[in-house]
C-alpha cells in the first residue's frame, strides 16, 4: 500500500547527542514536510521540501537539519543545538490538487 | 502572524448528541480549510475538507464555512464513543497542491463522548 513510513516510533535521546529520524514516502509526491507537535498545541513547520535537493526553513528550524537525496526520503535529524527535543514529530506529504497531508504515524522523541 | 484558534476543551457530549466544534481563523485571505481527527498517540486523518461559503456533509459529519465572519466549524452527529478523539482545524493560504508550508493548524479541541 502507499504511504509514508517513518521511524523509529519511539526514540530516547541523552542530553548532547543528535538523533536522526527517517521518513520514506512512496506516493510519488515530490513535496514533503516535518512538523513538530506538542501537548495540547498544534502542529509546527519545522522544514519541508518541495522537491528533490531542496528545502526551506518553516516556522522553528533552530536545532534541526534535513536533507532530501533522494525523491521518497526526507530524514530530519534532531541535533544537540535543540534545547527542548521532547515531542511528537510528524511527517507528511500534500495530496495532488489539495492543501490535504497524508500524514505518517509519527515518532515520539523523549530526551532523558 | 497568521492564527488558528480553537477551543481545547474537553467538549463533553452524551452518545447520540451532537458536538459542534468551532474554529477561527485571522487571515481573510485563507483559500481551504480541513478538519483531522487525531487519536492520542496517533497521526492526525482528514476527515473533512471544505473550499467555499455554506455547509458539506459526509455522513455524520458536517463542516460549515463562513469566511466574511472567518470561521469553520464541525458538527458531529449521533456522537459515538469512537469519535473521542482531538480534532485539529488546518486552514490554508493556497488552493494548489504542494502548498503544506502555508498550512496552518489550530491546537486542536479535544471531544469526549460519553456512553
Given at each position: ?9 519511539y ?12 521518513c520514506?514516502?512512496n506516493?510519488?509526491?515530490d ?9 495540547g ?9 518541495q ?18 537525496e533522494k ?29 490535504e ?12 | ?7 481545547s476543551?474537553?467538549?463533553s ?7 459542534s ?7 481573510r ?10 487519536y ?5 486523518e482528514?476527515?473533512?475538507s471544505?473550499?467555499s461559503?455554506?455547509d458539506?456533509?459526509d455522513g455524520?459529519?458536517?463542516a ?13 452527529r449521533?456522537?459515538q464513543?469512537?469519535?473521542s478523539?482531538?480534532y ?13 508550508n502555508?498550512?496552518?493548524f489550530?491546537?486542536g479541541?479535544?471531544v469526549?463522548v460519553k456512553?
Open positions: 500500500d502507499g504511504g509514508i513510513t517513518q521511524s523509529p516510533k526514540l530516547f535521546r541523552k542530553e548532547g547527542q543528535n538523533v536522526t529520524l527517517s520514506e514516502q506516493l510519488n509526491h513535496a514533503m514536510y516535518w512538523y513538530r507537535q506538542d501537548p498545541q498544534g502542529l509546527r513547520l519545522i522544514y519541508y521540501s522537491i528533490v535537493n531542496d528545502f526551506q526553513k518553516g516556522d522553528i528550524a533552530e536545532g534541526y537539519s534535513v536533507s532530501r525523491k521518497e526520503s526526507f530524514p530530519l535529524t534532531v541535533t544537540s543545538a535543540q534545547k527542548n527535543p521532547t515531542a511528537f514529530y510528524l511527517c507528511a506529504s500534500p495530496g495532488d490538487n489539495t492543501g497531508l497524508f500524514f505518517g504515524e509519527g515518532s515520539r522523541l523523549t530526551v532523558l | 502572524q497568521k492564527e488558528v484558534e480553537q477551543n476543551g474537553p467538549l457530549v452524551p452518545e447520540g448528541a451532537i458536538a466544534l468551532n474554529c477561527t481563523y485571522s487571515d485571505g485563507s483559500q481551504s480549510f480541513f478538519w483531522y481527527r487525531q492520542s498517540g496517533k497521526s492526525p482528514l476527515i473533512m471544505i473550499y461559503n455554506g458539506k456533509e455524520r459529519f458536517t460549515q464555512l463562513n469566511k466574511a465572519s472567518q470561521y469553520v466549524s464541525l458538527l458531529i449521533d456522537s464513543p469512537s469519535d478523539a482531538t485539529l482545524c488546518a486552514v490554508n493560504s493556497f488552493l494548489i497542491k504542494a502548498a503544506g502555508k498550512l496552518t489550530g491546537g479541541t479535544r469526549l456512553p
